[in-house]
């Protein structure tokens, strides 16, 4: 894919950059806990204003669907770039109209400005070419940088470079020229590992995966789906019952292309989603109707142990239970160790990716020990499945 960079960018000087970043970073008690994402982007951020322009950030925050839902805000996550930047970074209560204009308005040459949840207006999902031309207004040019919300065609991701001249940011394209080197051409066998929350906009893409992989575990809520489509009664767990068609329509393609499915064992239950939760590990058929799965079981741990020394390559998205808790990190942590020892013994090419993946890596003191740490989850096994991404494409030269 061709596409203008920064190398592209001279005389930007006193000019209006608007740059998309994906600031859509773990938290804890209102301070980021993970802040590879930041950090990740802090190289184009340095390089803009060193060569002088007025450095926009453009970001989402959650999925606050178009409302303006103060636990999505923006505004905590400015004092942590800043304080990593090492210079300040403003911040605006809105990311178009008078607010944003303003504060635009109001920038030197090489001052850094954050505007507020971009998905705050209903128009940002559904790139409404009205609200993308008000994001345009307060740029000269146009800079994506968030290769992880690549794979949504949103206003800020997608409708805003088609009416500004449109550039990569150094992420964008290191995660790019990354990708291609690790996984252009995987040593089988290549097992994947999809776990996580957001079970509703990851499955689909779970039907093309299973024909590129040998293997794929799967954990977490995207477990507890399954287990239900299966008729296993999982209790209050986070699940989407409504899926059943769509997993099953994945287990026949995993079929038809020789892909090992490879479920759940077993479960870690609790009633309550708090640290040091009382707990006890059941089997499928005995999970309480009023406990939550939280993590997979012993059993579990090491079956997908076992198929992490079997591969030779690795593609990882969505922790496999709530590593947040403890000891609900266990399964987690223990796969995370277990690749990062093969990866380092030479026989294991691993990648991982996504914001909570990257921070349960973190976590587990595994991630410096994988061959590659994506910053991108959903958008990386889109990728992996060989789509286009709406927000790599927009920037087509
Ligand atoms: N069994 C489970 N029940 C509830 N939440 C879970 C479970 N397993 C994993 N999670 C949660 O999934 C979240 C990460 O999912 P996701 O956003 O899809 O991953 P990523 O950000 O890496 O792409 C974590 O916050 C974790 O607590
Ligand atoms: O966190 C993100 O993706 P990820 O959880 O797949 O890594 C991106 O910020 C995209 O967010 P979205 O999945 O709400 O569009």
């Known amino acids: 894919m061709a596409f203008k960079t920064l190398d592209d960018l001279t005389d930007i000087a006193g000019k209006r950059v608007l740059v998309r970043v994906d600031l859509n970073v ?6 980021v806990s993970d802040a590879t994402r930041i950090e990740r982007v802090l190289p184009t951020i340095r390089e803009l ?4 322009a007025k450095v926009i950030l453009l970001a989402h925050f959650g999925r606050p669907k178009g409302e303006r839902v103060p636990e999505m805000s923006l505004a905590p996550v400015a004092p942590a770039v800043s304080s990593l930047l090492g210079r300040p970074v403003a911040f605006a209560g809105d990311c ?3 607010a944003a204009s303003g504060a635009v308005a109001a920038m030197a040459e090489g001052d850094v400005l954050l ?7 209903k128009g940002e999902e559904k ?6 031309r008000a994001l345009a207004e307060n740029g000269d040019i146009y800079v994506n940088d968030a290769f992880s919300a690549a794979h949504r065609a949103h206003g800020s991701t997608e409708g805003i470079a088609r009416l500004l001249p449109a550039y990569a940011g150094r992420t964008m394209q290191a995660e790019l020229e990354a990708l291609v080197s690790a996984l252009g051409q995987p040593v089988r066998p290549v097992l994947a590992v999809v776990g996580g929350a957001k079970v509703s906009s990851k499955i689909d893409l779970l039907e093309n995966l299973v024909s590129r992989v040998d293997m794929l575990v799967i954990g977490g809520g995207m477990a507890n789906t399954f287990l239900a489509a299966k008729g296993i009664d999982v209790g209050k767990s986070l699940c989407e019952h409504d899926l059943a068609d769509t997993v099953n329509k994945i287990m026949a393609a995993a079929e038809k292309s020789g892909c090992e499915i490879v479920l759940p064992e077993d479960a870690v239950v609790a009633r309550e989603f708090k640290a040091g939760a009382a707990n006890e590990t059941v089997a499928l058929d005995a999970i309480p109707a009023d406990a939550m799965i939280l993590d997979v079981g012993a059993a579990s741990i090491e079956a997908v142990k ?21 000891p609900f ?3 987690t942590v223990a796969a995370a160790k277990h690749a990062a020892e093969n990866t380092r013994a030479g026989k294991l090419n691993s990648v991982a990716g996504g914001g909570d993946t990257v921070a ?7 991630a410096d020990d994988f061959s590659y740490v994506s910053t991108a989850g959903g958008a990386f096994l889109e990728w992996l499945e060989g789509k286009d991404l709406p927000g790599v494409t927009a920037l087509g030269a």
């Open 306 to 326: 076992a198929r992490i020394d079997t591969a030779r390559t690795l593609v990882w998205n969505g922790p496999l239970g709530a590593f947040e808790i403890e």
């Open 26 to 31: 773990p938290m804890d008690g209102g301070n």
């Open 96 to 98: 178009i109209g008078q």
């Open 329 to 331: 990190d266990r399964a």
């Open 49 to 52: 204003f060193d060569k002088k």
């Open 115 to 121: 505007l507020e949840n971009t998905r705050y207006h």
């Open 127 to 132: 790139n409404d070419p009205d609200f993308a």
């Open 360 to 366: 349960a890596l973190n976590h587990a003191g595994a």
